[in-house]
């Protein structure tokens, strides 16, 4: 059983950074692409970030290009999504979901972790 458990989340003022971490267990480096969704109160869940099985392509939604930076420790089993210019509208529950098919697609994902909260405000 694949278990994800996001962290790092946590309220910063607009223009802030913040960095998340998914870690996995029950499962090694290059098994799975990894993907971060998020989902604002009243909104259906959207893909903002993947990353493939061995981390050498990515891919962002075009809200985040520019700010945001996926990657992946294999020794950690842990991958990231570095935030940066944090905007209010980035304001959602972040969850990390890992899938054999590399996808902004939340459909395509087989796991899921619990999520965490960020929260931009002043």
């Known amino acids: 059983q694949v278990q994800l458990v996001e962290s790092g989340g946590g309220l910063v003022q607009p223009g802030g950074s913040l960095r998340l971490s998914c870690a996995g267990s029950?499962?090694?480096?290059?098994?799975?692409?990894i993907g971060w969704f998020r989902q604002a109160p009243g909104k259906e869940r959207e893909g903002v970030s993947c990353i493939s099985r061995s981390g050498s392509i990515t891919r962002y939604v075009d809200s985040v290009k520019g700010r945001f930076t996926i990657s992946r420790d294999g020794a950690k089993n842990t991958v990231y999504l570095q935030m940066n210019s944090l905007k209010s509208e980035d304001t959602a529950v972040y969850y990390c979901a890992a899938s054999s098919v590399y996808s902004l697609n939340p459909n395509f994902m087989a796991y899921w972790g619990q999520g965490t909260q960020v929260t931009v405000s002043s």
């Open positions: 029950e499962f090694t480096s290059g098994d799975y692409a």
